[in-house]
């Protein structure tokens, strides 16, 4: 029979997060945070039940829940439009699939990069545009177009 007990990334039971517990000192932030085992269930109980779209996001959450938080900001803001090049995004996607075995999350990234490209929102589709080019416009600064 399979263990069905849900565990924290700190690896305790959810019977083991109690007030006695906080009064006593006892929990750290790891032990409010959802583990990869457990969003790997919960991708599972999605996909079963026909959310394929958010098992696949739970799968990629599983991924990134061993990585620190800072790490994943990092993520977060190199996919922000105009904050990367194209290849700064699948050189990230090369350490996600190989230093942190994180393939799934590596794939969005590769697919994420080629939509960037596509739409023109990668950091080197920023023109600078000179204040001569837009005289007529009336502006005077350097414009940015997007």
């Given amino acids: 029979m399979p263990n069905n007990t849900v ?5 305790r039971t959810l019977d083991e997060l109690d007030i006695e517990a906080i009064r006593a000192g006892e929990l750290t932030a ?9 969003l790997h269930r919960q991708a599972d ?9 958010l098992a696949e996001n739970l799968r990629r959450a599983a991924e990134l829940a061993g990585i620190s938080n800072q790490e994943v900001l990092d993520i977060y803001s190199a996919l922000r439009p105009g904050r990367s090049t194209y290849n700064e995004l699948i050189t990230l996607a090369d350490r996600l699939e190989n230093d942190l075995h994180a393939p799934l999350t590596a794939a969005f990234m590769r697919e994420a990069a080629t939509v960037y490209q596509e739409r023109g929102i990668l950091r080197n589709s920023y023109e600078t545009i000179s204040s001569e080019a837009y005289s007529h416009y009336g502006k005077s600064d350097t414009l ?3």
């Fill in 45 to 53: 109980a999605a996909e079963a039940a026909g959310y394929w779209q």
């Fill in 30 to 38: 790891k032990d409010l945070c959802i583990s990869g085992e457990t």
């Fill in 144 to 146: 940015t177009s997007f």
């Fill in 7 to 11: 565990r924290t990334a700190s690896g």
